[in-house]
């Protein structure tokens, strides 16, 4: 009885090509040709052989890529934190350099009055829509009062509305509730800056004679004791001399950039009297 007759001629044929490489590792250093034998050996088993080492120099390869891949990702990684770090840094950066400028500005403000000044930070902004104001950092403890008037390095802000201890609510010009004496700069006209609700204001009580042009610059007259004269209050936009109006409808753009408030002056003044807007004819 034969043993796994089926599987004989695949043992033949390994037995074979172990003997052949057997036979091959015994002469290889002899330094001669090989023989007829040696040749045939050779023929069965050099296939074989360059599939194996193929196959070796395959896996290998996958191997040191697959490390080299992992050590380049934990390096992308590491770098991209890097990056992050440094965009970070570089926007705290960048913030304090838009900080110090606008410190600089209030600064050479501060320098080129004579006026007593109070910095402040804005720390809110009125939620309702109700009203344009916003909340700053400083109060009664620091010598505030209602109506004083509030500024920054562009202009005028608005005025204190309320205190409590420490921290008080400023009414922006922009607001309908505001009222603000103003002069045209260049021709000396006079009118009232109010608030439209909006991110401009309006110039009332221009008469009809007045001199104004679209481009002109409106500042305060200082009459009311309420801001002193010549702040600097915005730029007329656009005019409408209606037949049927007996004033002129003047639009003025504020100086101030409100979306972009961060830090105010509150000119410290007492002796408030309300404004009182003139008569129409």
């Known amino acids: 009885m034969t043993i796994f007759p089926e599987h004989r001629p695949k043992w033949v044929f390994y037995i074979f090509v172990i003997l052949s490489l057997i036979l091959l590792s015994l002469s290889s250093g002899r330094g001669q040709d090989w023989n007829p034998a040696e040749k045939i050996a050779v023929e069965m088993t050099a296939p074989f052989q360059r599939f194996f080492v193929g196959t070796i120099s395959v896996v290998r390869g996958i191997w040191r890529d697959y490390f080299s891949l992992v050590e380049t990702r934990q390096e992308n990684l590491l770098l991209k934190k890097e990056i992050n770090l440094l965009k970070l840094e570089n926007s705290k950066y960048q913030e304090l350099l838009l900080a110090n400028q606008r410190l600089r500005n209030l600064l050479n403000f501060q320098e080129n009055t004579n006026e007593p000044l109070l910095a402040a930070r804005v720390i809110g902004w009125d939620s309702s829509g109700l009203f344009k104001s916003i909340m700053i950092d400083k109060g009664e403890n620091d010598g505030l009062t209602i109506n004083m008037p509030v500024v920054n390095s ?17 009414l922006l010009i922009t607001d309908q509730n505001s009222a603000v004496d103003g002069l045209v700069q260049r021709s000396r006209g006079r009118g009232m800056l109010k608030g439209s609700g909006s991110n401009e204001c309006y110039l009332d009580y221009v008469i009809k004679t007045g001199e104004i042009k679209a481009g002109d610059t409106i500042v305060t007259s200082g009459l009311g004791r309420v801001f002193p004269k010549g702040l600097y209050l915005g730029k007329v936009r656009k005019i409408t001399d209606s037949p049927n109006k007996l004033f002129k409808d003047v639009r003025v753009i504020p100086a101030v950039e409100f979306s972009k408030l961060e830090e105010v002056l509150i000119i410290l003044r007492s002796g408030f009297v309300p404004l009182r807007e003139p008569e129409m004819p």
């Open 154 to 170: 562009e202009g005028v802000v608005g005025r204190i509305v309320s205190v409590s201890p420490n921290y008080a609510q400023a």
